[in-house]
T-cell receptor, first 111, second 114 residues
Framework: GQQVMQIPQYQHVQEGEDFTTYCNSS?????IQWYKQRPGGHPVFLIQ?????EVKKQKRLTFQFGEAKKNSSLHITATQTTDVGTYFC???????????FGPGTRLSVLP | EAQVTQNPRYLITVTGKKLTVTCSQN?????MSWYRQDPGLGLRQIYY???????DKGDVPEGYKVSRKEKRNFPLILESPSPNQTSLYFC?????????????FGSGTRLTVV
C-alpha cells in the first residue's frame, strides 16, 4: 500500500535551536496534514496543506508542501520545551478521504 | 465540549476473552476511524467508516471488528484478543466527505492482553 515516510525518527535539540522534520511519499499526495502528540497524549491536528508549493505559518512553525506534492516539511524556529512531542504527517492519495500517517518524528528539547 | 470519547482508558485482559472498546463523538462527524499505535510504527489504521453502515478495512484489520449503526458511535471489537494486540488504540473522527478536515482524536485506550 501507499506509505508516507518521515525523517528523522528522533531529534534532540537544545532549547533555542531550530528543528525540521521531513515527510516523503513515493507517489503524489492529494494533500497533507500535520499533527502533534505530546508525551502521554493524543495526536492533535495542526494544519493542512493542499496546494503545490504551499507554505503556511503558525507562530514559530512553518509548514511547506513540495512543488511535486510528494514531500512536506515542518520547521520550528527557536524551539521551546513546550515543543516536545512527536510530530506526524498524514497524507491522502487520489483525493480519497483516508489519511495515511507517517511514523512520526519524536522531538526532545533540552533546557 | 466537542470531543471524541473512548472507554475504557486502560484495560488488562486475558487471551481469548472478547472485549469492546467504545468510541463516541458529539460533533455530528461522518468519518470515524480506529488506529493502533506501537513504538516505532506510528499510527496504523485498523478500520474506518465513511458514514452509518459504511465501514472498510485499514492497514491492519486482522483480529478486529467494527460496526457503525449510529453516526456518533464506532465501537472496536476484539472477538478473541491475543498478546500481539497489546497496544495503544485511538479513535478519531472528522467532519467527513467532500472536503478535507483534520481529525479529532480520542484520549486513547491502552490495552494489555496477557
Amino acid at each position: 500500500g501507499q506509505q508516507v515516510m518521515q525523517i528523522p525518527q528522533y531529534q534532540h535539540v537544545q532549547e533555542g535551536e531550530d528543528f525540521t522534520t521531513y515527510c516523503n511519499s513515493s507517489t503524489t499526495l492529494s494533500n497533507i496534514q500535520w499533527y502533534k502528540q505530546r508525551p502521554g497524549g493524543h495526536p492533535v491536528f495542526l494544519i493542512q496543506l493542499v496546494k503545490s508549493g504551499e507554505v503556511k505559518k503558525q507562530k514559530r512553525l512553518t509548514f511547506q508542501f513540495g512543488e511535486a506534492k510528494k514531500n512536506s516539511s515542518l520547521h520550528i524556529t527557536a524551539t521551546q520545551t513546550t515543543d516536545v512531542g512527536t510530530y506526524f504527517c498524514a497524507g491522502t492519495y487520489n483525493y480519497g478521504q483516508n489519511f495515511v500517517f507517517g511514523p512520526g518524528t519524536r522531538l526532545s528539547v533540552l533546557p | 465540549e466537542a470531543q471524541v470519547t473512548q472507554n475504557p482508558r486502560y484495560l488488562i485482559t486475558v487471551t481469548g476473552k472478547k472485549l469492546t472498546v467504545t468510541c463516541s463523538q458529539n460533533m455530528n462527524h461522518e468519518y470515524m476511524s480506529w488506529y493502533r499505535q506501537d513504538p516505532g510504527l506510528g499510527l496504523r489504521q485498523i478500520y474506518y467508516s465513511m458514514n452509518v453502515e459504511v465501514t472498510d478495512k485499514g492497514d491492519v484489520p486482522e483480529g478486529y471488528k467494527v460496526s457503525r449503526k449510529e453516526k456518533r458511535n464506532f465501537p472496536l471489537i476484539l472477538e478473541s484478543p491475543s498478546p500481539n494486540q497489546t497496544s495503544l488504540y485511538f479513535c478519531a473522527s472528522s467532519l467527513g466527505t467532500g472536503r478535507y478536515y483534520g481529525y479529532t482524536f480520542g484520549s486513547g485506550t491502552r490495552l494489555t492482553v496477557v
